[in-house]
């Protein structure tokens, strides 16, 4: 069975969105990477059950939060949301040391991220 990984929340200031969640739930935030990205990797913590994410900033007024799921085969699982009657939202792309992540919208409009975890991608 898949389940969900990682949450990403949109914010319009990533660096406030951190502050405010660190102050309201103690959580452990830092800025990822360098360059033109602006993503923060977000601890919850490893008290009881939970997952950790990430902010970014908001590329369009109606972005939400944002569910990733555990997935064997981006591939095959993008062909399955297509049979089910979902979208393909963007195609499958490499997360350096990560793996392969690609998101689609389900039958409502609501956007998932698939992962097929794998630390040798580039």
Not at 21 to 37: E, H, P
Not at 89 to 118: C, H, M, Q, R
Request: proline share 3%; charged share 20%.
């Amino acid at each position: 069975m898949s389940r969900i990984v990682h949450f990403e929340i949109n914010a319009d200031e990533p660096e406030r969105a951190a502050a405010f969640y660190r102050d309201l739930f103690g959580w452990k935030i830092n800025k990822w990477g360098s360059g033109t990205m602006d993503y923060w990797i977000v601890d919850t913590g490893d008290q009881g059950p939970g997952i950790n994410g990430g902010f970014l900033k908001r590329s369009h007024a109606n972005c939400s939060t944002v569910n990733t799921i555990n997935v064997e085969d981006v591939d095959a699982t993008l062909y399955k949301v297509k049979v089910a009657g979902g979208q393909v939202a963007s195609p499958k792309f490499a997360v350096a040391g990560i793996g392969w992540l690609a998101y689609a919208t389900d039958t409502e409009g609501n956007v998932f991220g698939i992962l097929a975890p794998d630390e040798s991608v580039k």
